[in-house]
């Protein structure tokens, strides 16, 4: 149970939160934080932009490979890309894909409100600071929602709601 307001932990039959002073109507429910609200839209959003990454990254890598695998035939004194061009598509396509993989785990743990889910979420939020504009928006959204005060022990407690 934890506030809504600042996200502080809360005991059975309080009637305000001792960290920002908000009275607390009703009683307190677990998963009525600020995680807990924004867990789900947070997994969803991280399994979309990873599926635009999977398909970006297949995109490229079937170019590098239908393309520019046909300029490897040509001499070199004949026009044509330099030859590191399709290695190169082929390394990006690559970890866009390996990125996209991670991604959907790391949404598809959000939303089974998997333990390990968090870790990866935070590290995949600094990692998308990178990528302006959406993955800069997503990154701070992720770091918003995961790394806000309380957010570790409030995370904590619906794991364990969700493995009852």
């Known amino acids: 149970m934890f506030c809504d307001s600042c996200g502080a932990p809360l005991q059975a039959g309080q009637s305000y939160c001792k960290r920002c002073g908000k ?15 924004h867990t789900h839209l947070l997994a969803v959003l991280w399994i979309a932009y990873s599926a635009i990454s999977l398909i970006a990254g297949l995109v490229l890598g ?50 089974q409100r998997q333990p390990w889910a968090r870790t990866l979420g935070i590290v995949l939020g600094i990692i998308a600071l990178f990528n302006v504009p959406f993955g800069t928006a997503l990154g701070i959204y992720t770091l918003w929602v995961l790394m806000s005060p309380n ?8 794991t364990r709601m969700a493995t009852v």
């Open 23 to 37: 009275a607390i109507v009703g009683p307190a429910t677990a998963g009525s934080g600020r995680v807990a609200r």
């Open 62 to 111: 079937i170019v590098a490979n239908t393309i520019f695998l046909h300029f490897q035939d040509f001499e070199p004194t004949q026009s044509g890309p330099p030859p590191f061009v399709r290695p190169l598509l082929m390394l990006i396509a690559c970890a866009l894909l390996v990125k996209a993989i991670i991604g959907i785990a790391a949404g598809v743990g959000l939303l």
């Open 151 to 158: 957010a570790d022990q409030e995370y904590k407690s619906l």
